[in-house]
């Protein structure tokens, strides 16, 4: 699988804004590759396969979908309009060559643009794994906006199917919760901006309690974040979204000098930054 640490050509003199194709790539060459092993551990546990009916909510360019396809599982991934870049990503990974957008939509893999909702086939058999990768519990309110989309991804599962969610670990081995806080601390003036605050050690469970799912297992994963070089990290930072509100209400140059100041105790002697995490999962089951 591919590696955490890439060396990353600079494009341009800063990161590009949010939207576009650019900064898709950065999110899809740089960034989404740091959770492989949360995903590879979630996919062993269950030993994701052929016999695998996959729904990947928020599956942005399509990396944890291209794993679990790799595995002989039959994959859909969904996300938002928002984020149509990403998906046009996706849909060269896992359906690369002429004609791949109708590929993607009527082969093993599918995607969706829109809400797990609009991922329902006509048809076709019910998932029997649901993921969400893209982790909670660094910024309030982070869960608001999950739980609805399981509670409408569960009514396309058969019962008992298993649910994969996914965490930050505690801020203390973390070391990227530190970098995190920069986009709160200039987003201080704006009411409706998301706040950077520390995950608890039932964020997961919390969640799946709300969506009437049943826990049935946890783990931590060490996913440490590792970059080529300054430029390599504050692109893939920025391309979380992690710091768009940040940019907004400062400007990204602004955004990017905070960024270089709080990397800097994790830049190695050549080079190289690196910021030891802990990930959490968690395994819930559909009623």
Avoid at 146 to 173: C, F, I, K, M, T
Avoid at 246 to 255: I, L, M, P
């Amino acid at each position: 699988m591919t590696p955490t640490l890439v060396r990353h050509q600079s494009r341009t003199a800063s990161a590009p804004p949010a939207g576009t194709t650019e900064r898709a790539r950065d999110w899809a060459e740089i960034q989404e590759r740091m959770l492989v092993p949360l995903i590879e551990a979630a996919y062993e546990r269950l030993d994701v396969g052929p016999a695998t009916r996959l729904l990947g909510l928020g599956c942005g360019s399509g990396l944890g979908l291209l794993m679990a396809a790799s595995r002989g599982a039959t994959v859909t991934g969904v996300d938002c309009p928002e984020r149509a870049a990403r998906l046009a990503l996706a849909r060269e990974r896992l359906a690369p060559g002429p004609g791949h957008e109708v590929a993607a939509k009527t082969g093993a893999a599918r995607l969706v643009t829109g809400g797990p909702g609009d991922a329902a086939e006509p048809g076709g058999a019910p998932y029997n794994v649901i993921t969400a990768f893209e982790p909670v519990g660094c910024a309030a309110g982070d869960t608001e906006g999950l739980v609805p989309a399981l509670e409408a991804a569960v009514a396309l599962a058969e019962h008992g199917s298993a649910v994969v969610l996914a965490g930050w670990g505690p801020p203390e081995r973390c070391a990227t919760s530190a970098v995190l806080r920069v986009a709160t601390r200039l987003t201080s003036r704006l009411n409706d901006a998301p706040r950077w605050r520390p995950s608890l050690r039932d964020d997961l469970e919390d969640v799946a309690a709300r969506a009437g799912l049943k826990p049935d297992g946890s783990g931590r994963v060490a996913c440490p974040f590792g970059y080529a070089d300054l430029d390599s990290a504050i692109r893939g930072l920025m391309a979380t979204g992690a710091f768009d509100a940040a940019a907004r209400a400062t400007d990204q140059a602004q955004v990017e000098k905070e960024l270089v100041e709080a990397l800097h105790g994790h830049v190695r002697r050549d080079g190289t930054v690196w910021m030891a995490n802990v990930f959490r999962y968690l395994i819930a089951r559909t009623p």
